[in-house]
């Protein structure tokens, strides 16, 4: 099949990797607050799906791929049209720690391929997503080189003198207290103030997941709909997610 027929059309994609952790952790229950991040996440996941969904232009823009990890990667995914997005189902995995550093670089590889992909057909596309969702620490199953290389990787995209081809929007999600905030400020600096760091009791983390979410895909419809410069585009986004910031450490502000 040539790359024409393949990609059916020449509206202009968005491709989007959620890079989401998948250990023992996030099937624990929050400091007995019974609160299961696994659950939350594959709720608000799958809000996002109906959302893009909802809007005739995401829906034929948006393409979402899944990078799951442990201590090693569990799930690969390739890129799927919103249109043809289920619900997931996510568990956690019995047994297994945190390495983060090979699944973001993966997720890395994945945009990169396929912006290569859309350069080569001559389909337009608008500046790639990256959503990372952790509940734990990079842990000895991670390797130092490996997580400087992520981190290296994730804010060299953040960069306008890139141009679209090399630029990825960042969105970095912590949730609970065992997150190692130094390693997702890192992941975070080059683009936002900060990460999405979700805590609190049971209805804050609900509320809180929901609004980064929210955040998540007011920034693709944005993506697709604004006709504006890239940079203009990407200076509107980062103003959201800073903006959504903002909001949520005044929504937990003293927990």
């Known amino acids: ?3 024409a027929r393949r990609f059916g059309n020449t509206i202009k994609r968005l491709p989007i990797v959620f890079c989401l952790d998948v250990s023992p952790s996030m099937g624990w229950d929050i400091d007995n607050r019974d609160i299961i991040p696994m659950e939350l996440l594959n709720n608000s996941v799958n809000t996002f799906i109906r959302e893009i969904n909802s809007d005739g232009r995401t829906r034929s823009s948006a393409e979402v791929s899944y990078v799951t990890f442990s201590t090693d990667i569990e799930v690969d995914s390739p890129f799927i ?3 043809n997005l289920d619900n997931i189902h996510l568990r956690p995995v019995s047994e297994g720690g945190t390495n983060m550093a090979q699944a ?7 945009l990169e391929e ?3 992909e859309y350069v080569r057909s ?3 596309f608008n500046v790639p997503f990256f959503v990372l ?4 620490n990079p842990d000895d199953n991670d390797d130092g080189y490996l997580q400087e290389q992520a981190i290296a990787t994730v804010n060299a995209h953040c960069h306008s003198h890139q141009g679209a081809s090399g630029l990825v929007i960042p969105f970095i999600v912590g949730v609970g207290k065992r997150v190692d ?6 992941y975070s600096q080059g683009f936002t103030n900060g990460f999405f760091h979700i805590r609190g009791d049971s209805e804050q983390v609900q509320t809180c997941f929901s609004d980064v979410f929210r955040v998540i895909s007011n920034s693709t419809k944005a993506s697709v709909h604004l006709n504006l410069s890239t940079d203009a585009i990407v200076d509107t986004i980062r103003a959201t997610m800073n903006k959504g910031l903002d909001d949520l450490d005044r929504e937990l502000a003293g927990y």
Do not use: E, F, H
């Open 133 to 136: 969702v952790t509940d734990g």
């Open 122 to 124: 001559g389909i337009r």
């Open 1 to 3: 099949m040539n790359d």
């Open 114 to 116: 396929r912006v290569n």
């Open 81 to 83: 049209p919103a249109r």
């Open 104 to 110: 973001v670089l993966r997720s890395y590889q994945k």
């Open 181 to 186: 905030s130094k390693t997702l400020l890192r």
